[in-house]
């Protein structure tokens, strides 16, 4: 249960960062139930090296 809670806190932060910051994203839907049912519920989203580069130049450059 914890860890369903943590995949979509992570899944938001993935698309805050895919908009910039800006809280207009839509909350991913990965159907955690199905993947815990059939034990494939992931413990951690992946998140692509390009995003998180692109977030920390932007932060960088808010300073």
Known sequence: MV???FLTLQSCMKEIMKCGGQ???KIPHMKKSVLEK???LPTRISCDAMLVQNVISTLGSLE
């Open 38 to 40: 059939n034990g494939l």
């Open 3 to 5: 860890n369903r809670i």
């Open 23 to 25: 809280n207009k994203y």
